[in-house]
């Protein structure tokens, strides 16, 4: 990452007060936008309004007296008014245009001499032609209609001020859509209005303090999306998808489905389409991610596979060229995630990664890794047993060992992180090498961490491959304390993960996040730490409050709210029964929360405001 004068860029986080302040800032910014568009677009549209109608008046006059000129030249040219009766009946316009003729000029107020026969010696007939404006027969070489005043040779400008009104009122909504700095957006939906370098795919770039992905046309993009945009939604149990039997009666076929998704998309400002998602649906429609899954660990039981295994790294390549090789191509990718919730220490799944792969077989690749490590850490077993207790009298004896006891000194609690960095090392690595082979084109979005529980060591690792940290992050209330408890040595999530940010060193994506609610009938009793808002009322206020929270941090790329359709009520395959979605199992939106998707998604542009110099990218 290139270095930058920046502090944000420069990965320096700022603390909760600096945080409190931008976010006062942008409010101030917004307010300020705000007041700054009344009175003067009022007085633009009222001067413009009276000009047009001036333009009217003046046009309606100018038409009167042209019409009367030539009436009088017809009559003249006659030389009776007996001729002018074989001519093309006056309209009645005509009629008032010669009355007004015969008011305003007096020398046309006689009435023309009598023609004695014909028309005037050596005149012979006249060509004439229709008006191509209201049909009436006119003099094939006049260049004007008697009757109705229009001009035949040129384009006509307007017979009335309404289009200079028109005119007037677009103006006047271009006005204030720059005055608020409303964005437009590119195909892929970044504001067109800070252009950058294009190089056809999605990255990353620092623009005047604050980190945004940049579409592949060049322009600044903040991520809003949804997870589990899949036609099905969320299975039961009994495998019973309550949310695919209702798209299934309203909509003709997935396709149908899924452009009816995109309009919801578009309307409700989501541009990203999330992680379990049914993406193949929405390619070339809009951004989407891929989950690769490479196979790393477990997510339910926290399980590690035996990475260190060159077996392992087959079955990431093999991966790859299954997943990413066929995509390296599309703009509209935006990366991959690895994997999701990684264990990365003692959590609701078990103890610290040392106890783990400890437990494995001694022949195995994880193991002698695991004893490699100690060894470089202790002359003999002799040594490790001031901080292990362990009878094994060899490392030998140590590798058949399924269990290890740590004794109570800062040697020995230094050995769990320092093991989990190097796990976060082998993985990382492997992981980034090969991607980077099949397709060197998209961003690699890391491992989904969750927030509450990354050791900050791991964090440092993954800054030092992946583009953009991704983390989910709930809110959890205080139960955030007692994960701590757990393991000090995991990140506070304090001013919104500004610790994460000045550990990891990349701009961080919220890959999950959402809140609940309890008037839907979902019981909403697994998990057990999420808090449940009294409706959706509250759900959408709490939603808001969080988002504005994102957009005062200057490292935050953008959010993916956790889920697309709600989970069934009797439980998934892990029990959860929640009322996360943004719409429900019957496929209808909850109005309030999208509602304030569309007002917010917008509102990240506003950063924008102080766009101006770049920072570094990736």
């Known amino acids: 990452m290139t270095a930058v004068a920046n502090p944000v860029c420069s990965t320096e986080a700022r603390s909760g007060t600096e945080t409190n302040d931008a976010a006062n800032g942008v409010l101030a910014d917004v ?33 009167a007296r042209v019409a009367a000129r030539l009436l009088r030249q017809r009559l003249e040219e006659s030389g009776s008014a007996s001729r002018l009766s074989e001519g ?101 939906g970044g504001d067109t209005s800070v252009p950058r370098a294009a190089t056809g795919f999605f990255r990353t770039e620092c623009i005047a303090g604050c980190w945004w992905l940049v579409t592949p046309e060049g322009h600044p993009f903040f991520s809003v999306g949804a997870n589990v945009m899949s036609f099905n939604g969320t299975a039961n149990r009994e495998g019973v998808c309550h949310y695919g039997d209702a798209c299934r009666r309203k909509y003709a076929s997935r396709e149908a489905w899924a452009a009816a998704q995109v309009e919801r998309c578009q309307a409700w400002g989501i541009n990203t389409v ?27 039981s926290g399980a590690w596979a035996d990475l260190f295994d060159e077996a392992f790294a087959a079955r990431v390549r093999e991966k790859m060229g299954q997943v990413a090789v066929p995509l390296k191509d599309d703009p509209f990718l935006i990366g991959y995630f690895l994997g999701n919730e990684m264990k990365w220490g003692p959590d609701h799944r078990g103890g610290s990664l040392l106890e783990d792969f400890f437990g494995k077989p001694a022949e195995s690749a994880a193991k002698r890794a695991l004893i490699g490590f100690l060894r470089q850490r202790y002359d003999s077993p002799e040594a490790l047993r001031q901080d292990v207790d362990t009878p ?131 019981p909403n009793s697994w998990p057990p730490i999420y808090p449940v808002l009294p409706d959706q ?34 439980g998934r395959f892990d029990g959860e029964n929640n009322n996360f979605g943004l719409v429900s199992l019957d496929d209808d939106p909850y109005a309030p929360l999208v509602q304030r998707s569309a007002l917010l998604s917008r509102a990240a542009y506003g950063r924008l405001g102080r766009a101006g110099a770049a920072g570094g990218g990736r």
């Open 88 to 188: 093309p009946a006056l309209t009645p316009e005509g009629t008032a245009l010669l009355l007004w003729l015969r008011s305003q000029d007096p020398s046309a107020s006689a009435e023309p001499e009598p023609a004695t026969a014909g028309p005037a010696a050596g005149s012979g007939t006249r060509p004439e032609k229709p008006c191509p404006h209201c049909g009436a027969r006119i003099l094939a070489a006049a260049a004007e209609c008697v009757h109705c005043g229009e001009f035949l040779a040129a384009p006509q400008p307007p017979r009335s001020g309404q289009a200079v009104v028109l005119a007037a009122v677009l103006a006047w909504a271009a006005w204030v859509t720059a005055a608020q700095g409303e964005p437009q957006f590119d195909r892929f």
């Open 31 to 63: 307010s300020q936008a705000v007041d700054s568009v009344p009175l003067a677009p009022v007085v633009v549209l009222a001067c413009l309004f009276l000009a047009g109608t001036v333009a009217w008046a003046w046009r309606r006059r100018r038409n």
């Open 537 to 570: 009322e509250a759900r959408a206020a709490a939603y808001e409050a969080f988002v504005r929270r994102l957009l005062a941090c200057p490292w935050f790329v953008g959010h993916h709210w956790f889920q697309w359709a709600d989970q069934p009520r009797e």
């Open 392 to 522: 094994a009298a060899s490392w030998e004896e140590l590798a058949a060992a399924k269990t290890i006891v740590l004794r109570p000194t800062p040697a020995a609690a230094a050995l769990p992180l320092a093991w989990a960095e190097t796990v976060a090392e082998r993985f990382f690595a492997v992981t980034a090498r090969e991607l980077k082979a099949a397709d060197p084109n998209h961003l690699d979005l890391g491992v989904r961490f969750i927030s509450q529980m990354t050791p900050p060591a791991v964090l440092r690792v993954a800054g030092r491959y992946v583009d953009v940290m991704t983390i989910n992050f709930y809110d959890i209330g205080n139960l955030v304390y007692l994960i701590r408890g757990l393991w000090p040595d995991y990140l506070p999530v304090d001013g919104d993960l500004a610790r994460h940010f000045q550990v990891g060193g990349r701009p961080i994506l919220v890959s999950e996040w959402g809140y609940r609610a309890a008037d839907t009938g979902h």
């Open 274 to 300: 999330g992680c379990w998602s049914d993406w193949e649906l929405f390619r070339g429609r809009l951004p989407y991610t891929v989950n690769l899954d490479v196979g790393a660990a477990n997510w339910l």
